[in-house]
């Protein structure tokens, strides 16, 4: 993968810059002469119509009964994962209380924490958000409760999360879990388990009870209190509080209305999911990016798939992992060296059974260099740890995967291994573009209700969670200061 750096500058217009008078002296005045009957006229400059802002939304006195219940719903920030809580101090009134509610309902609709305070290689951004308008007419036509309900994501995804909050914020209030060992006994291990999972029964054996919390945490399910399951056992709850927080977070960066045919990649579970009518029809195994070269949040469209695609090694890899080997080396192992004007020279791994590359790419415009593709390299897919690319994502089922984006044009349908038995790189444009998700979820509900998460490998969690606790305390007033992330006073 070759991630460019991004760039951030600002335009600024260059009219009438030529013309500024210098701040020396006055200008000195010279007799108006007519001009000269051969000078042409001096072209006329059109400016662009000024940018009018229009004057914000007035909004209408509140009532009383309005100013309470404004008052209740902010302080019940805390089960909107929003790490705000409500301080003994008295009512907001007036431009205080209509200030704080703007605040919340826009922390609610596209997020707590500021785009500007993002990552760059957090690429999801929200679509722009007034909340003033409809905050009018909710007053206007006393229906805040209304209104209020309308604010948060419109998923079950979201809606899971925000119980499953509720539910370990009454795990941490009765004081958590205890600590597991290798040497705990069979009724200390199902007891501990089922704080989080209400299926487990007295008498249930206990190889069940651990599969069932080892498939929640993306683990093997082998049935026995490995290390590695000994570890998520063990977790903080107070950890776990602040993954769902921070995937509440994610979910308020989504659009409104998400794309009803769609791919959907899960970094953290490394596992793509394709929507058909809004609704998963399959899913498949991926490997995505290394902790050192994590897979960034994006949306994006498929516009076309590269049939026995060549490999032009970005040069951070061939710097890093192939110059070292050797010219000579790198030759007899397939790959070729081409001049170019810009850097001397680069390495490109041609077509083949051998590329890194595979059969297939699927292309997608983005900043990062980062696409679907296929791999040679098999065995990663039956293993549970599969954050290994270079912040690529490789797919266990390239092919069906095509045939699904093809489907509606009559010449390809059925044709991808034809395509790629013919061993020619070509460029197959996809009869619609196909929309593209690269989501970071470590944390989700189940239908039941019963949470699963996944570990943290970019460390992502802590760090929003740790953006969302400094952005409350800094604007909203119904925040109090926290000792720890995700306590509560």
Known sequence: MNRPKLIRFSLFSMLGVAAMPTMAQPPAIAPTLPAPASQAPAPQVILPPAIVTPPPVPLPPLSAAQEKWLNDWLRGGAQQGLMARAQATGALKGDALLSATLDRAKALSTGRVDTADFLAIWALRPAAFDPRPALAKAISEDRLPQWAANLTPPYAGYDGLRKGLANYERIRDAGGWP???????????????????K???????????LQRAQRRYGLNPTGLLDARTLRELNVPVGDRIAAIMANMERWRWMPRQLPVN????????AVLTVFEGDQPISSMRAVTGAPDNATPMLSSSIHSIVVNPPWNVPTSIAKRELWPKGRAALLRQGYKIVGTPETGERIVQPAGPNSALGRLKFDFNNPFAVYLHDTPSRAKFSSYDRLASHGCIRLEKPVPLAELMVAGNPDLAG??????DTGKTQRVSLPREVAVYLLYWTAFASNNGTMSFRSDPYGWDKLLADKIEASSRRVDPTAAPAAAIASKD
């Open 179 to 197: 600590a597991l060992t290798a040497q705990s006994s069979p009724n200390a291990v199902r007891a501990r388990i089922a704080i989080e999972d």
């Open 199 to 209: 299926s487990v029964t007295p008498g249930e054996k206990l190889a069940d009870v």
């Open 262 to 269: 769609r791919v959907q990649v899960n970094i953290a579970a």
């Open 415 to 420: 044709q991808i291994q034809s395509l790629i």
